[in-house]
Nanobody
C-alpha cells in the first residue's frame, strides 16, 4: 500500500488544520495507522496512532485534547484533526501504516511501521 499525506499549509497560532492520509494500491483495512512529525533539526516523533480495529488510539500526552485521529468507514483515508495549533507544532507530518500484529504499546515506535508517506508540511506562525 502507498500512502499520501495532504492538507498541510500555513496557519496562524490558534488555528486548525485537518491532514488526510490516503491509501492507494490497497486500503488501510488490517493496518494500524500512525502520524509522526519531524521539526527542523529534530528527530521524528510520534503524534498519534490508531489500531486497525479503529477502537484503540494512542496519543502523545502533550497533544491529547488538541489532536484527533479518525478513519473513514471505507478505511481508505485516515485524518488528523489539529486544533489550537502552536508555533511548536511546525513540522513535516508523516502518516505510516503498520501490520495489525503490532500491538497498542508498539504504535509509537517508528520501526513498527512498514509503509510511509512522503509527508506534508505544517507551518504555524505566531
Amino acid at each position: 500500500v502507498q500512502l499520501q499525506a495532504s492538507g498541510g499549509g500555513l496557519v496562524q497560532a490558534g488555528g486548525s488544520l485537518r491532514l488526510s492520509c490516503a491509501a492507494s494500491g490497497g486500503t488501510f483495512s488490517g493496518y494500524n495507522v500512525g502520524w509522526f512529525r519531524q521539526a527542523p533539526g529534530k528527530e521524528r516523533e510520534f503524534v498519534v496512532g490508531i489500531r486497525w480495529t479503529g477502537n484503540t488510539i494512542s496519543y502523545v500526552d502533550s497533544l491529547k485534547g488538541r489532536f484527533t485521529i479518525s478513519r473513514d468507514s471505507t478505511k481508505s483515508t485516515v485524518y488528523l484533526q489539529m486544533n489550537n495549533l502552536r508555533p511548536e507544532d511546525t513540522a513535516v507530518y508523516y502518516c505510516a501504516a503498520a501490520p495489525k500484529r503490532i500491538i497498542y504499546s508498539q504504535l509509537g515506535v517508528p520501526s513498527s511501521y512498514e509503509h510511509w508517506g512522503p509527508g506534508t508540511l505544517v507551518t504555524v506562525s505566531s
